[in-house]
């Protein structure tokens, strides 16, 4: 069973978690935890593309409250790099350079907008700070889950992990 075969189902448990109206973050949700990490996997990228790295942490109304911005000078396609960090299991996303441009990594590394040196960097750091990497083509599913944003008609299960509610 691979990743397209295992990741609705994991979506579809991590939506049935209880958690507040908002669907903000799941019932006992640690942001100091996460904000840990975040801040943790800031460092680690910062340290492995040797220039300073951004960590936005001021998102709100959102199903993710961290952000960590690799800059275009960093990087070996000179394109801006973002990791997002969704609120709800460990999930994590890579966008080059914005939502939507890449149906995965191998897509934005064939497409030239992420060298292979900079996808492992960014997988490594990740894998070893105990995210789930997801690719972008998954999150962009209708989402068909259990929450109010199902009646919206056009949500996906992006807007349901990463984007602002």
Known sequence: MNDDDRTPALFRALDSLPGPH???YPDGFDHAGARLRATGLRDRLTQDFGRSC????GIQDASFSFSVDIPAEA?????SIAVRLSNYGDLAVVTTPEPGSHDDLDDAVR???LSQA????ITA?????????????????PYDGV????????????????DHL
């Open 22 to 24: 908002h669907l903000e």
């Open 54 to 57: 951004r960590l936005d942490e």
């Open 75 to 79: 990087t070996g396609a000179g394109v």
């Open 111 to 113: 497409e030239g907008a």
């Open 118 to 121: 900079d996808r492992d960097r």
């Open 125 to 141: 750091a990740l894998s070893d700070l105990g995210y789930r990497l997801v690719a972008p083509r998954l999150l962009q599913r």
């Open 147 to 162: 929450t109010w944003l199902v009646d919206e008609g056009h949500a996906t299960w992006w807007t349901r992990f990463f």
